[in-house]
């Protein structure tokens, strides 16, 4: 079968708040060829990665997305992969083409799984999909006590796992810093798991970062994610090596894997944090996922946004057997928790794994996409590069 289309529907929030919440917009891709489809969803700024999809071409190496993708065979994983390949070379000097190859590749093993009624986790050779624990995912309060109160309710919730990010950690001082993680502490008590999200907030100072270490070491953190931005390797090879229980952790700012290959070798990280929708789909994170488990590194999924989202980045280690954890998020905009029909809901024991359901078992809410659509058109020399698709 040949893929036919490529949609690309942006969706937004009334309002988009300044704030790191990724659920305020999302840009769902459908594809089609024959009479079957597949839905995924990119983790990117929708306008400029719809763009990807149909600018024109500059040179040789700076093609639309859409130039290596429509009309291609879609018959088995090893034609994505091959697409995914013509992406990556056609559009070498197109950074966003990598976002915008997210959502396809997503997509196309979505429809493949549909079409062969297999979830995407066995086409990708797992045997079975592994319970995980979730790990309530949400901002720090404005105030210890906020955070307190916010961490508390995941506990009576039944969450084993907590993480709190961004808001005003790094931002104030490391004595403020430190009585928010107390604050965390204290609400979900000496059993719960904490992980810490610093939003990339120092840059690449290791000295502000090592003022926080004490705290985090003494409230038994597991895991300081994103000290850093992507590219300070040195820094976080050197704050790792201060670290005595406590682990580093990153790699959702990877946009290929060649950037998260050198995360794991040269950041001193114990989690490579993997985001599908951004890194290039399920295809490369599976592959860092493997690779990630030959160097020692525990693979974890990133997503902050919707049930699509959650289920895409779960397939890439769904049967891996050491990597027990899972992003769950907890403060979704009502875009996110409105976009699918279905949610991946925790079971009797509080766990999450892959759907068992041909694809990647969520579909999205014909009803949801209309409400949040933000109608849009590109045109270029008076000619309309894009325009909004029929749902």
Same mark, same amino acid.
């Given at each position: 079968m040949k893929i036919e289309s490529v949609d690309f529907f942006y969706l937004a929030m009334?309002?988009?708040?300044?704030?790191?919440?990724?659920?305020?917009?999302?840009?769902?891709?459908?594809?089609?060829?024959?009479?079957h489809e597949g839905w995924g969803e990119c983790e990117a700024a929708p306008l400029p990665t719809i763009a990807a999809f149909v600018c024109p071409m500059s040179h040789s190496a700076c093609k639309p997305v859409s130039a290596s993708v429509l009309g291609q065979e879609l018959d088995g994983p090893a034609d994505i992969a091959r697409i995914g390949d013509l992406v990556r070379a056609n559009s070498?000097?197109?950074?966003?083409?990598?976002?915008?190859?997210?959502?396809?590749d997503i997509a196309m093993w979505n429809l493949l799984g549909r079409k062969r009624g297999e979830p995407v986790w066995?086409?990708?050779g797992y045997k079975e999909a592994r319970p995980r624990i979730p790990y309530a995912s949400m901002l720090f309060g404005d105030k210890p006590s906020d955070t307190m109160a916010k961490a508390r309710r995941m506990v009576e919730r039944g969450f084993s796992a907590v993480k709190l990010g961004w808001g005003p950690y790094g931002r104030e001082t490391a004595e403020q810093d430190e009585d928010q993680v107390e604050a965390a502490r204290e609400a979900v008590g000496p059993d719960v798991w904490i992980m810490v999200d610093a939003g990339t907030v120092w840059g690449d100072d290791v000295a502000a970062a090592r003022r926080r270490l004490?705290? !985090? $070491? *003494? %409230?038994?953190?597991?895991?300081?994610?994103?000290?850093?931005?992507?590219?300070?390797?040195?820094?976080?090879r050197k704050l790792a090596s201060s670290c005595r229980r406590l682990r580093l952790a990153g790699g959702e700012g990877s946009h290929d894997f060649h950037s998260a290959r050198q995360m794991i070798d040269q950041g001193g990280i114990g989690f490579i944090q993997i985001d599908a929708g951004r890194i290039g789909g399920i295809t490369v994170a599976k592959r860092v996922a493997d690779y990630a488990v030959r160097h020692g590194v525990t693979y974890v999924n990133h997503t902050f946004t919707s049930h699509l989202a959650l289920s895409a980045s779960?397939?890439?280690?769904?049967? !891996? $057997? *050491? %990597?027990?954890?899972?992003?769950?998020?907890?403060e979704p905009k009502p875009l996110a928790v409105e976009l699918t029909r279905e949610h991946l809901d925790r079971d009797s024991r509080g766990m999450v794994r892959a759907p068992d359901a041909p694809g990647l078992g969520i579909s999205p809410d014909p009803a949801a996409i209309r409400k949040y659509l933000v109608e849009t058109?590109?045109?270029?020399?008076?000619?309309?590069?894009?325009?909004?698709?029929?749902?």
């Open positions: 009334p309002v988009i708040e300044d704030i790191g919440d990724g659920s305020q917009d999302a840009l769902l891709v459908r594809v089609r060829a024959g009479r070498l000097d197109l950074p966003q083409a990598d976002h915008a190859l997210s959502g396809i066995k086409l990708l004490k705290a !985090l $070491e *003494r %409230n038994r953190v597991t895991w300081l994610e994103e000290p850093f931005v992507s590219g300070a390797l040195p820094a976080y779960l397939q890439p280690y769904a049967g !891996l $057997e *050491r %990597n027990a954890l899972c992003e769950y998020p907890m058109e590109i045109r270029v020399g008076g000619r309309v590069a894009y325009r909004t698709p029929a749902v």
